[in-house]
């Protein structure tokens, strides 16, 4: 089950481009603080296409989640639902191109099956988990929410928040409730990742990655990734962009980060596909 948003023929794009919004973990498609939603619209004010669906079991959509009792990575590899929403939006509209975006295991979705589907012409990839942190669950979360805490103790202005009461007091709590089963699993990257972005690019095909500036996983993304980006060959990092949100968290809760989000990847959209 899913919704098309179709642009007015005053607003089509020369090139008919469609983005498909794939689900960010289990929420269903109307994203985190109703940002699908919101980033749907946009993008047909700038003249594109959107589609937002449900993956088997979530939200309105028939079937049974897969995979998710024994690895939350097992159900993120949606190939084969993402392939069907690409035939339905390519018969229904009758794009020349199409990408995929996600947030979190949205984006993680979204790598996985652009790089196994030639279709796949761009990804737009919002808070990317990096890790192979062996799960998405809000515990593996709150493990990586605590080593920023940790590391957020040696900084001065992180303690002059906390005394002005500027801190951001829910997420701690939820963080420390989490301490006494806190241990650290390391920086280890997901290889099947990395393997899939380096397969993308070397195809000529742009990547966009957005994470929000206090975002721990953006920190891991730094680690793992970031270490790798530099040895690509010249191809390969032509292809790829990195945009932090400023302060941001994981999941852009304020209206400010989520504009900005928005604001950055329709910009990098008419770039490369607006009218001409």
Not at 46 to 65: M, Q
Not at 122 to 127: G, M, T, V
Not at 159 to 177: D, E, G, K, P
Request: charged letters at 25%; glycine letters at 10%; a positive charge.
């Amino acid at each position: 089950m899913g919704i098309l948003h179709t642009p007015g023929d005053h607003e089509c794009v020369t090139q008919r481009v469609g983005i498909i919004l794939l689900n960010s973990g289990i929420r269903q498609r109307v994203g985190p603080y109703r940002q699908y939603v919101k980033l749907a619209r946009r993008l047909c004010q700038a003249g594109f296409y959107a589609l937002r669906f449900d993956f088997p079991g979530i939200g309105d959509s028939e079937g049974d989640v897969q995979g998710i009792s024994k690895s939350q990575r097992q159900f993120l590899d949606q190939n084969d639902s993402t392939t069907n929403a690409i035939d339905f939006l390519k018969a229904e509209t009758g794009i020349n191109r199409v990408g995929l975006l996600g947030l979190c295991g949205g984006a993680y979705s979204a790598l996985r099956a652009g790089a196994a589907d030639h279709r796949v012409d761009f990804l737009l990839l919002l808070s990317l988990p990096v890790e192979d942190l062996g799960d998405f669950s809000e515990r593996a979360v709150s493990r990586a929410v605590m080593r920023q805490y940790l590391r957020k103790t040696l900084q001065w202005r992180s303690w002059l928040n906390f005394i002005l009461l500027r801190s951001n007091f829910r997420s701690m709590s939820r963080a420390i409730v989490q301490l006494s089963s806190y241990h650290r699993r390391g920086s280890l990257i997901d290889e099947s990742l990395w393997q899939a972005f380096e397969g993308f690019t070397g195809s000529g095909k742009p990547v966009l990655f957005i994470f929000g500036g206090g975002d721990p996983l953006y920190r891991a993304f730094v680690v793992g990734f970031g270490r790798r980006l530099p040895s690509l060959d010249r191809i390969r990092k032509q292809h790829y962009e990195v945009h932090v949100v400023e302060r941001s968290d994981h999941v852009f809760s304020q209206v400010r980060w989520q504009e900005k989000a928005f604001d950055k990847s329709i910009a990098w959209l008419q770039d490369r596909y607006g009218k001409r």
